[in-house]
């Protein structure tokens, strides 16, 4: 069975190594903040003990008030596995960084967001729709899309 | 006197046979050899995820059939098992065995499919693919009875199932279960070493283990790479642990390790589904379920080993009787995402089978 991390296991590492990123830890995922998830998921993924290597999901949600992405990691070495949360505040020009380089799966799934959710991902090589058309208005999966 | 020559951008696709629908590969071509290649999709793209959000939990479970279209079976599966964790609805232990008989049932369906097909891509033209279909037809009459549809089953529900079995369907499934290694070992008779197969797929189309990895690929892809990693053995859902199988695992990760690994699966598949014919109890086959469910509000991730790789949804449920978020993990998008390099330097003849033996299915792709 996969062992599901909870976030209080985890915060304790995380907040030695990027102090302030933690924005809330619960029994089911970690919540950090956007601009840090790179760094984050980086030392999820190298560091021995959790070795993360490899991404279950990225998953986009529109609570209105801000998007919240979602990722599960799971390290097939130690079979347990974590839901790492970040928010996006900013309607307009919603941007997070990207963890292609870590996760090469996160690729389409990065594109995919961009285009049905609208949030940019920096550092992804290739960003641009992928399954709607090129020139294609709005992002069909907010909640104000009609 | 050199030939002056220079790279030729060729599309293959979206329509055409080998793209296994509607998908679409920008090759750019140095005579034969392909040396860039960009996957071009979302011909199918229904919004499946968008239109959950407009629907009940229930009304969602047709939509899941259309996903990927030959596994409807495990499409439902991963869905109700999502529904299921989110509000906290039992299942009878009669509705788990008969859940493991057809998923099991749904996957050799699906490798039928995927491994006749992927004969048709190297050559053999439709040969092997009916001999594939003839078996696949014994499943899909198994289905019929069940749930009376033959390709988009909607049989299962939140909580079990619409309706029991009928009274012929296990004796037809035992007869089947009989049969069907007798077949099993008529495809190796006529493929398994055969030099024309060896010859196209062996060391072809090559996706070492870290990129596999790496790509998040999961199901036979994965497997074929050599990761031993199942979800019904290494996170198991439902009933799977209690029974014995085995993991077939490839080595080289080439095309021929990916059909290998798909019919020794099969095989897995009747082991399971002999235990679970043997042990099926009595008794009902659905729990007390409301009409309308208002799953309290929260989020679940449930995922399940389908034919093709882990099928995962993702649900965020705000206390109504339609889910706020209907996320889909499918495993045909992630596994599709190295194929540039599995391609790259192989002619297009090859690039046919490569794409053939990752198996994919546009439902899934696109939604």
């Not at chain 1, 309607?91 to 285009?115: C, K, T």
């Not at chain 2, 979206?14 to 679409?24: A, E, L, Q, Y």
């Not at chain 2, 499409?75 to 008969?98: D, S």
């Amino acid at each position: 069975m996969t062992l599901a991390l909870s976030g209080q296991e985890v915060v304790a590492k995380l907040e030695q190594q990027f102090p302030g990123s933690v924005i809330e830890s619960s029994e089911n995922n970690l919540l950090v903040k956007s601009e840090s998830i790179f760094d984050v998921a980086e030392y999820l993924k190298s560091s021995p003990e959790l070795d993360f290597d490899y991404l279950n999901y990225i998953a986009a949600v529109d609570y209105y008030d801000y998007f919240e992405l979602v990722y599960q990691f799971t390290s097939m070495k130690h079979n347990h596995s974590l839901v790492l949360k970040t928010r996006c505040y900013d309607r307009e020009n919603p941007a997070v960084p990207s963890v292609v380089r870590l996760w090469r799966g996160a690729d389409f799934q990065e594109r995919e967001i961009y285009d049905l959710m609208g949030i940019s991902f920096e550092g992804h090589p290739n960003l641009k729709r992928i399954v709607l058309w090129q020139g294609f208005e709005g992002h069909p999966l907010r909640k104000d899309y009609l | 006197m050199a030939l002056k020559t220079e790279p030729f951008v060729l599309n293959i696709g979206p329509v055409h046979p080998s793209t296994h629908g509607v998908f679409r590969m920008r090759a750019t071509l140095d005579g034969e050899v392909i040396i860039d290649m960009e996957p071009v999709f979302g011909y199918l793209h229904r919004g499946i995820e968008k239109l959950a959000e407009e629907r009940t939990y229930t009304g969602v479970i047709p939509l899941t059939d259309r996903l990927d279209y030959l596994a409807s079976m495990s499409n439902n599966l991963a869905y109700v098992l999502a529904v299921e964790k989110l509000a906290g609805i039992p299942v009878p232990e009669r509705a788990e065995y008969l859940r493991v008989i057809l998923a099991e049932l749904q996957r050799i369906a699906s490798h039928l499919i995927a491994v006749g097909a992927f004969l048709n891509d190297c050559g053999a033209f439709f040969t092997p693919f009916l001999y594939m279909f003839r078996e696949r037809e014994k499943i899909v009459d198994l289905f019929e009875m069940v749930s009376g549809q033959r390709l988009l089953y909607n049989y299962m529900r939140i909580g079990g199932f619409t309706q029991d079995i009928p009274d012929e369907f296990l004796p037809a499934l035992d007869k089947f279960v009989r049969q069907m290694p007798g077949f099993i070992d008529e495809y190796d008779r006529l493929l398994a070493e055969n030099e024309i197969l060896l010859a196209r797929a062996k060391g072809v189309g090559i996706l070492p283990k870290e990129l596999a990895i790496n790509i998040c690929a999961s199901g036979p892809v994965l497997r074929g790479s050599g990761v031993n990693w199942d979800i019904r053995k290494v996170d198991p859902y439902s009933i799977y642990d209690r029974f014995e199988f085995d993991i077939p695992t490839g080595s080289a990760g080439d095309c021929y390790d990916r059909y290998r690994v798909r019919v020794q699966e099969m095989r897995q598949s009747l082991r399971i589904i002999e235990q679970a014919m043997k042990q099926l109890p009595s008794g009902a086959v659905r729990s007390e379920v409301p009409h309308l469910i208002h799953p309290p509000t929260g989020e679940a991730y449930a995922h399940i080993e389908a034919p093709k790789g882990e099928l995962g949804f993702y649900l965020v449920s705000d206390n109504s009787i339609a889910p706020y978020r209907c996320h889909i993990r499918a495993p045909s998008l992630m596994n599709l995402t190295a194929l540039r390099e599995m391609m790259l330097g192989w002619k297009i003849q090859d690039a046919i089978i490569i794409f053939g033996s990752i198996d994919i299915t546009m439902g899934e792709v696109d939604r």
